[in-house]
């Protein structure tokens, strides 16, 4: 991680405000706050449709991550919708980036607490952004600041007004495969030993297999490379039918796994313009048991 902060972290907000500004109706997802978010290093790219168009031709590798990136925030805000017309009052992001649910969803927003957690760099970024673009978050909205390689989800939570008692879904988007296992694991164990039986998670992870083909597959090498460079590599990824067994360790049950085929049914089958989510890449949403 830079002392400045994440780049794959704007880079996830650059994906979503190409696809809102560009791409043909229907919009996946729309995120008019993207742009901002995502930096003014975008802008430029972004802003103008000839520039934004010409980025997309000359990285088309990058369209099937945007496609994933798309449908993942989708999904799990479609899952939030729903637990909170159950009940649901608590949402927490972790590793949150530069997630614009607060602003976009500013009715859902204000009926729960939401806590967003990410490393203090990143965190701090985001905020100073916020501010510099006007934007006023919620009352509901708590920032947690944690840097894993010093204190534990738990010890954050801990310091945080997160409710233990209450039920409670983690979004948790665009991390897990820069972490070890070990690091997925013992993230995994405080999310359940913190949470109340019923509450969930929803994260995504690459296919194991992505590291047998880093030779063959031109995605792989690109994403590899990238993220090198941003000083986030790509370090782990899980094989789907190894999962259950992962997370049975851990304190949870899988409820659903997602697979790219399953998003393109959803949304992206009739789509003309070919995007379509990267297969390599699958959601799992789990249950505090």
């Known amino acids: 991680m830079r002392a400045q902060g994440s780049l794959t972290a704007e880079s996830s907000a650059a994906q979503r405000a190409l696809h809102t500004l560009h791409a043909q109706e229907p919009k996946v997802f729309r995120d008019p706050f993207a742009l901002g978010l995502a930096g003014p290093a975008w802008r430029p790219i972004l802003t103008h449709r000839a520039s934004a168009l010409r980025f997309q031709r000359c990285n088309r590798w990058l369209m099937p ?72 978050a919620p009352a509901t909205l708590e920032y947690l600041g944690v840097d894993f390689e010093k204190e534990s989800l738990a010890e954050g939570l801990d310091r945080s007004g997160f409710d233990s008692d209450a039920l409670c879904l983690f979004s948790w988007m665009g991390v897990v495969p820069y972490l070890t296992k070990k690091s997925f694991e013992t993230t995994l164990r405080d999310i359940t030993a913190q949470s109340t039986p019923g509450s969930e998670v929803v994260f995504d992870t690459l ?83």
């Open 65 to 136: 991550m945007v496609a994933h990136h798309l449908a993942r925030a989708r999904y799990v805000e479609e899952r939030l919708e729903r637990l909170e017309r159950e009940g649901l009052r608590q949402y927490v992001l972790l590793g949150a980036g530069m997630n614009s649910f607060v602003l976009r969803r500013t009715r859902l927003a204000r009926r729960l607490a939401v806590l967003e957690i990410d490393h203090p760099a990143t965190q701090a970024r985001k905020r100073a952004r916020l501010k510099q673009l006007g934007h006023t």
């Open 207 to 289: 296919d194991r297999a992505v590291f047998h083909e880093a030779r063959n597959n031109p995605i792989v090498r690109r994403m590899r490379e990238v993220t090198r460079r941003c000083g986030e590599p790509l370090v782990s990824g899980y094989d789907p039918q190894d999962m259950a067994t992962l997370l049975g360790r851990c304190g949870l049950r899988i409820l659903e796994v997602v697979t790219a085929a399953d998003f393109t049914a959803r949304w992206f089958a009739r789509r003309k313009d070919g995007l379509r989510p990267w297969e390599h890449i699958y959601v799992v949403r789990a249950v505090v048991t």
